[in-house]
């Protein structure tokens, strides 16, 4: 059996998962996650919630994340609350998300540029506190 690394992996509204994630593809989060995530793409829904370090080439939040978030585009929706650090090339906010954390563009909290591996930035680091 292959599989079609094309479709996202989903994680219902009914899901609670205890644990760190790992996947090359993209995840599609409406449950709740205690630990970190890394994937190449990201997309929290509006019932979705993170609290961990999140590192991916794009993220998407509509929903809540507790701890910081890495990537090269990160776009915040209207609904999203977010708790923590953002390291980013792209940012996108809309009116009414709500960021507490410090902004950091194109740079990790070294000064060095973010880097890939397997088209996901390098490292989780630490969660936010």
């Known amino acids: 059996m292959s599989r079609n ?9 009914d899901v609670r998962i205890q644990g760190n994630i790992t996947t090359l593809g993209e995840i599609q989060l409406d449950g709740n996650v205690e630990g970190d995530i890394k994937s190449a793409s990201l997309i929290i829904g509006e019932e979705g919630s993170v609290t961990g ?9 509509r929903g809540t994340v507790n701890g910081q978030i890495r990537s090269r585009t990160i776009r915040i929706e209207k609904a999203a609350n977010v708790t923590g650090d953002l390291w980013h090339e792209s940012l996108s906010v809309e009116a009414g998300a709500q960021i507490e954390g410090k902004l950091s563009h194109g740079a990790d909290e070294n000064g060095k540029p973010l880097k890939t591996v397997n088209g996901t930035p390098d490292k989780v680091e630490g969660k936010a506190s």
Not at 5 to 13: C, E, K, Y
Not at 53 to 61: K, R, T, Y
């Open 53 to 61: 370090a999140i590192v991916a080439d794009s993220v998407i939040v």
């Open 5 to 13: 690394n094309n479709a996202p992996s989903i994680i219902g509204s």
